[in-house]
């Protein structure tokens, strides 16, 4: 059992948890094995399996029926059949192993008249050792993880993801500061990030709402000429998009949840004289803000959206997309951008696939193409509605529009339905090479709309 003890040490310093065995034969050990299923990516590869493996090539037989095997702790039910197909001798373990031993502990494969007939069976030898090893390592274990946690998951809530800090390291463009609020009533925990740019005092602000599957990356090209102007720019990344915490439940998502976190949101920042910039789900979450606070809000950049009030059926490029993305859920957030958008670097696409290093967070991705209102009764389109005569009939302040043509979804047909329906929307700017994600040519966009709320003192580009 000692040597037994000094392959479980052999496996705790290679990552494994600590467990290790040996198999003896007429006073000699003929095979010796230390748990490694994370080294070798291998499930079976339990120190009892390495053990007896080692000691049939030994003997060249894959019967053990003389042989006596030594492990730290009580084997599981797939090394306890692989004892028993060995017609192992006896099996001596060290400490019992209440979740999953199956020599006594959850079960007892060993006593089982129909499937063993020779193997005998002894525990607890050397077991406070053997114990102590594998609960040194699991406190070891533990203790890391929670350093890990208040460093990079402090305060993280249980049913929610964080996206590592590494994945946003050095992006092309993206060079602000990251701000956090985890303490807004609808967040329940939950931390939403946002940037904050432009001096807090400024006399306008722009708020930049992003949609799926995009975050704040999406409105790096119109930034620095917000900024340029001496105004305050503040683009919050949506829960489960970007830097922000990502439930792990689609259902998470709902419409009016998201909505409230946005009123709470400007609300929290006391934000006034808001310049409002919409696009995609940022319109159509966004477009039903300003009727709940109409004096904080005195300009509107819309680009390709929509008002959801389910009163008309989803276009077949919605459809089509929604599809997609019930088919391919794990499809490629930079490769989409990249599609629409050739101007883009490879390094700027992959920007868009930071937020989202495995299934586990993307449940936002899933939940949001179905959660447009589709019906008059879907959750949120009776907000939509009310949006809608908000800003057909008391809508006091100034807007424009710009059209990204190539959009196969929210294109040219849907933004003058939208047009029509906004008191005083000038005729939209129409971007011929744009698609979708407008702001891709955020440039162009940015001095447009400054020039439009601005004539004095921003020429049109
Ligand atoms: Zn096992």
């Not at 095979?31 to 049939?56: C, F, K, V, W, Y």
């Not at 050095?170 to 432009?198: T, V």
């Not at 971007?431 to 001095?447: K, N, T």
């Amino acid at each position: 059992m000692r040597l037994a003890l000094q392959e479980a040490r052999s496996a705790q310093q290679a990552g494994e948890v600590p467990v290790g065995a040996i198999v003896v034969h007429d006073g000699h050990v003929i095979g010796r094995g230390h748990n490694a299923p994370i080294d070798h990516h291998d499930p079976t590869a339990h120190a009892e399996m390495q053990a007896l493996r080692s000691a049939a090539a030994h003997l060249g037989n894959y019967r053990l029926s003389e042989c006596s095997m030594y492990v730290t702790l009580e084997p599981c039910v797939m090394c306890s059949g692989a004892m028993l197909h060995a017609r192992l001798k006896r099996v001596v373990f060290g400490a019992s192993d209440p979740k999953t031993g199956a020599a006594g502990s959850v079960l007892n494969l060993f006593d089982e008249p129909s499937l063993n007939h020779q193997t005998q069976v002894q525990g607890g030898v050397l077991g406070e050792a053997c114990r102590d090893l594998l609960q040194h390592f699991f406190q070891a274990r533990r203790t890391s993880q929670s350093l890990h946690r208040s460093s990079h998951q402090m305060n993280l809530r249980e049913d929610a993801v964080r996206t590592p800090e590494a994945r946003f390291e050095n992006l092309p463009g993206y060079p602000w500061a990251p701000h956090y609020l985890n303490d807004l009533p609808s967040l329940q925990g939950l931390r939403m990030h946002y940037l904050d740019e432009g001096p807090q005092d400024a006399t306008i602000t722009w708020l930049c709402l992003h949609g799926n599957p995009a975050w704040s990356y999406l409105y790096r090209k119109m930034l620095p000429h917000f900024l340029a102007a001496g105004h305050r720019v503040v683009v919050p990344d949506l829960p489960g998009f970007g830097k922000s915490d990502k439930p792990k439940k689609a259902s998470a998502h709902q419409f009016e949840w998201h909505r409230q976190v946005l009123l709470e949101f400007v609300e929290r920042l006391n934000l006034r004289n808001i310049h409002l910039v919409v696009q995609d789900w940022g319109g159509i979450l966004g477009l039903t803000l300003p009727m709940a606070a109409p004096e904080r809000y005195s300009h509107l950049l819309v680009m390709n959206t929509t008002l959801a009030t389910g009163e008309q059926p989803l276009s077949p490029g919605f459809l089509a997309w929604r599809e997609m993305c019930a088919n391919k859920p794990l499809f490629d957030v930079g490769r989409l951008f990249g599609r629409g958008n050739p101007h883009m670097s490879e390094a700027e696409c992959e920007a868009y696939n930071a937020p989202f290093p495995d299934a586990g967070h993307r449940a936002a991705l899933r939940a949001f193409p179905p959660m447009v209102p589709e019906f008059s009764d879907s959750p949120g389109a009776e907000i939509a509605r009310q949006a809608a005569r908000f800003w057909r009939d008391d809508w006091r302040g100034q807007s424009c529009m710009v059209v990204g043509e190539q959009d196969p979804v929210l294109g040219l047909p849907v933004m003058q339905t939208l047009q029509a329906q906004i008191r005083g929307c000038p005729t939209p700017l129409i971007l011929p090479q744009a698609g979708h994600f407008v702001q891709e040519h955020g440039e162009v966009v940015a001095r447009y709309a400054l020039s439009t709320f601005f004539p004095d003192e921003f020429e049109a580009p």
